[in-house]
């Protein structure tokens, strides 16, 4: 360890704790890993990662010396100060986050003077302040509370910790707030003491929650808001990528999260926006603008039946070839991937679906009934009567479009990600559908228009 590096202790490693604790160790810390999980800290220990993240397995192989793993609290309540919690908040029945993991580290946290809890679970905005009250009620109040938001997206994790756009540090003014600025000033900018990219936002715990709230809400929001242009452009004849091109050169929209598709899925999102929704409701305000963002995100997902019935008609006995099953590419993260409700809807319409996930298909396992996992893309396509990419993997996105045209049963090929390159697709001999695209364009088109500027 170095000498200056502050250890610390990370309670929960699934896809944040676990990037948290390799980034925090190879920034030099000593890191303590807790989890309830004792087959995933077996794997740990073992040096197996248990999900698949994108340098995280060599990251952990390099810093094994530092980092532990053990199924309890007790050597890190000895060896650390901060206790960074990473456990999962996943949505309830009724839209609001679950908070019972937190609330079973608050409650097996131990009074103390020299502790803090560092919360890096997303909660809503308030549970810094109730767990504090937890904290006094149960004798516990020399305890420290410090927000700490987590920004890393899956697939670039480890590069989203190291290089954050911002660090938010939510607290009270007291030593605590200060350790995790410390611990993070490797990783700020030269203005804010450290050599790195990510400005500080140190401020107070009610706003640094809301700031992650916020930020997921807006870039579902600008997701749900592109995806309304393509399906507007689809009436008119415009192509939604040229738009997005258009509108993203603007500084002030940028080009970011202008890609439209079949919606936004995973972790994060989903659950993120809608335990906004459901906590602006609780305290008596309705939000009607996420209430729109939540419903065009689900009816996205569906648009994609629809186009398979314009072209195949009835789907009964129809085998659709699905592209990709995680939520998005270099992740294996299943949950609310927009593939789980495409399968659903194409079963129920009578089709048999093939798959093929370069990572996922051990996660797809056993969620999707009747879901025939394939072991490559082509293996995927074979008679199919209709393709769907459905995650940009470059494993489906390069395919030879003349082998996928010999192999398929039918002609069709929806790409649900805009990511194809669909001249490629039609020069095989494939009816190419994209979401919010124009159909060819016989002067040239905008793609070739497109080529010509770039
Ligand atoms: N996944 C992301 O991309 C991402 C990004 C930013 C923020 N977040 C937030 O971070 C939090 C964690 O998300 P995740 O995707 O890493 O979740 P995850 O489900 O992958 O991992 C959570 C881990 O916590 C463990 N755990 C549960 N209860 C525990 C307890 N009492 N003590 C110790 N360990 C316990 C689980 O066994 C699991 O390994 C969530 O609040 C999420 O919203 C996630």
Redesign the pocket.
Known sequence: MSPDREPVGV???????LVSAAGFAELGSEVWC????AA?VERLQQGESPIYEPGLEELLAKHSGRLHFATDLAEALQRVRLLFV????PPTYSGDADLS?VH??VA?IPASDRHALVM???VPCGTGASIRRIFAEQGKGGLRYVSCP?????GS?LPDFLEPDRVVVGDEGDWAGDAVVDLYRPLLTPAHGGSGTGALVRTDVASAEMVKLASNAFLATKISFINEIANVCEETGADVVEVARGMGLDARIGPKFLQAGIGYGG??FP??VEALKQLAGNSGYHFQLLTAVIEVNELQKRRVIGKLHKHLGTLVGKRVALLGLAFKPHTDDMREASSLVLAARLHADGATVAAYDPVAEEQARGLLAGLVLAESAMDAVRDADAVVLVTEWPQCTGLDWGEVAAAMRGRVVIDGRNALDAQAVRAAGLRYEGIGRAAPDPLGGAAARRREDD
């Open positions: 309670i929960g490693t699934g896809y944040v704790g807790v989890d309830i999980d995933k990473a456990v999962g908040t993991a079973a580290v097996a890096k679970s997303t987590e920004f890393l997206k899956e994790a972790s994060c659950k993120d």
